[in-house]
Each structure stands twice: as C-alpha cells, then as structure tokens.
C-alpha cells in the first residue's frame, strides 16, 4: 500500500512536519535532497514554505510541480526525529 500525505507544516532548516492517513508523523529533513533542476529552486526559503499536499497524488508538491514520492516521506518519518519534537512541530 502506498502512503498518502494529508497534512504537511513547512518548518525552518528545510524540514516539514507530515502526516499520513495512517496516523503516522514526523519531521523530514530534505536539505542534502534540493539538488537537481526542479529541487534548486526549493532552496529559497521563501518558496520551501509553499510545500503542500497535491489532492490527486496526495504527496507533497510545491508550485514549480517538484514533489517527493510518499514512500520516500513515511520511512523519512519513521526513521527520523523523536515523538516529542514531532510532538512540539504541531503546535
């Protein structure tokens, strides 16, 4: 089965809060990943922040129409930071 994304928070130091419909969230540090022609334009900051859930694909995609596969985000989230800085990223 193949994660969806439902929810997505922009954080700062190229990170974002995501949440599946599992249930399942965590914070995803993508910085070593904005390489390549549709991720560069990701390094401003100002553009990251735009990061939001596309409805069709149901993973993250910005305006410029880069977006990360959900399978690639869920192990991200359960790999990655403890529940309580998850916990702190939602409010």
Known sequence: MIPKVV??????GY????RFDDGTAGIVELAAELWGPMFE???????FAK????????TVTWP??????PEFLYRAT????????????RS
């Open 78 to 89: 359960r790999q990655g930071v403890p529940a309580d800085a998850q916990q702190a990223a």
């Open 64 to 69: 410029n129409g880069a977006d990360l596969a």
């Open 51 to 58: 990061a939001a859930v596309d409805p069709e694909l149901e």
């Open 7 to 12: 929810e997505v928070k922009p954080l700062d």
């Open 15 to 18: 990170r974002l809060w995501i």
């Open 41 to 47: 334009p990701l390094k401003d900051t100002a553009f």
